[in-house]
């Protein structure tokens, strides 16, 4: 996809961190190699050419000083947010990003993040009729029916159907010639898009499967899916901390 059309709009990466975790409390804070995870998320985002700034977007007093002692740009924002994606809103409002900006949602618990997916992911919007984008990648059997591994199904253009935890496309007869595909937690959006998004209710289905982009396809929104052929090995829970680590920076030295 062209990307100069892109890039001629400013991109702003933001980072929603939160201490409260039902799995792993203080995931942000966990040390990988000498430094938390949140700095090796902002670290590798940083990287992405077609980004004017990364930003980290917390509620607790114990995650802005370890990111000031590391030079890491951060906000305080509203501890009354039930979303990274309300979180993130916040921020760029207090940033006081411009209009035509798009807007990118990092979750901080993606140490590995792929910066060239970033520029992928904003390759999308070379479509002007995109306004929401995420990405996606080939899903193994051993993760298919993990209920922390969200799927995603896509229609003929590349958009989402649906998202779910549970295993889809579950097959009937075994014979499943649709390719799984797991959800990677990376989102764009038109400053539009976001401002809508977070003036919407949650929805029923959000509700139910505990996944907020679900509020976005019930108000009959596209999310335009990319596809890497590169699984970002993000961290769901405490097993996840030894994949993640051979794919960050040793610090420690």
Not at 9 to 25: E, M, T
Not at 213 to 237: C, F, H, M, W, Y
């Amino acid at each position: 996809m062209p990307e100069s059309a892109v890039f001629a709009r400013q991109a702003h990466a933001l980072i929603p961190a939160r201490y409260a975790s039902s799995r792993l409390p203080g995931k942000p804070l966990l040390p990988l190699k000498g430094r938390p995870m949140f700095y090796h998320v902002w670290r590798r985002a940083m990287l992405c050419p077609g980004l004017s700034s990364v930003t980290l977007a917390t509620d607790d007093e114990r995650i802005r000083r370890a990111a000031q002692e590391l030079d890491v740009p951060v906000l305080m924002t509203s501890p009354a947010h039930t979303s990274g994606t309300d979180r993130v809103y916040e921020a760029a409002r207090l940033l006081k990003l411009p209009r035509e900006a798009l807007i990118v949602n990092i979750q901080g618990d993606e140490p590995a993040l792929d910066p060239g997916l970033v520029s992928f992911l904003l390759g999308a919007f070379a479509d002007p009729a995109v306004k929401a984008a995420t990405a996606a990648h080939p899903l193994d059997a051993a993760d298919f029916e993990r209920e922390d591994k969200v799927k995603v199904v896509l229609d003929k253009a590349g958009n989402a159907l649906y998202f779910s935890r549970a295993p889809i496309p579950r097959a009937r007869n075994g014979d499943c010639p649709a390719q799984p595909l797991g959800h990677i937690g990376i989102y764009a959006f038109t400053f539009p898009t976001l401002k809508k998004f977070v003036g919407l209710p949650p929805s029923p289905l959000e509700r139910t499967e505990k996944l907020e982009q679900l509020r976005l396809l019930e108000n009959g929104i596209k999310i335009r899916v990319v596809l890497t052929d590169r699984a970002s090995p993000g961290v769901d829970r405490a097993e996840d901390l030894e994949a993640a680590l051979s794919f960050v920076d040793d610090y420690r030295s």
